[in-house]
């Protein structure tokens, strides 16, 4: 019954911003530590952000620190993934993720297209 749900990708200008959403359920939320992954066609799927139950600690690939930034809110069971200062590298399918008793689960993704 894990269900996670991604939103608010679209197309943005280099330099503009973008806030996306993962609506998450069927798992326990604030007990479990969340992640950002993205997708380019013909590669393999990177992570992005991570952050603990609590939001107490955050891991960022090299290529996104201080331009995004990884939050959740734990009464909404939902964690965002704000994005500044965007790249048309940062073109990709993002997904919302988290493991649950064993294997790691994926939303549907999101698609985000940085483009003049």
């Known amino acids: 019954q894990v269900r996670l749900v991604e939103s608010g990708g679209g197309l943005v200008q280099p330099g503009g911003s973008l806030r996306l959403s993962c609506a998450a359920s069927?798992?326990?939320?604030?007990?479990?530590?969340m992640s950002w992954y993205r997708q380019v066609s013909g590669k393999e799927r990177e992570l992005v952000a991570s952050?603990?139950?609590?939001?107490?600690?955050?891991t960022y690939a090299d290529s996104v620190k201080g331009r995004f930034t990884i939050s959740r809110d734990n009464i909404k069971n939902t964690v965002y993934l704000q994005m500044n200062s965007l790249k048309p590298e940062d073109t990709a399918v993002y997904y919302c993720?988290?493991?649950?008793?064993?294997?790691?689960?994926w939303g549907q993704g999101t698609q985000v297209t940085v483009s003049s």
């Open positions: 993720s988290v493991v649950y008793r064993g294997p790691r689960f």
């Open positions: 069927g798992f326990p939320f604030s007990s479990s530590t």
């Open positions: 952050i603990t139950s609590r939001g107490g600690s955050t």
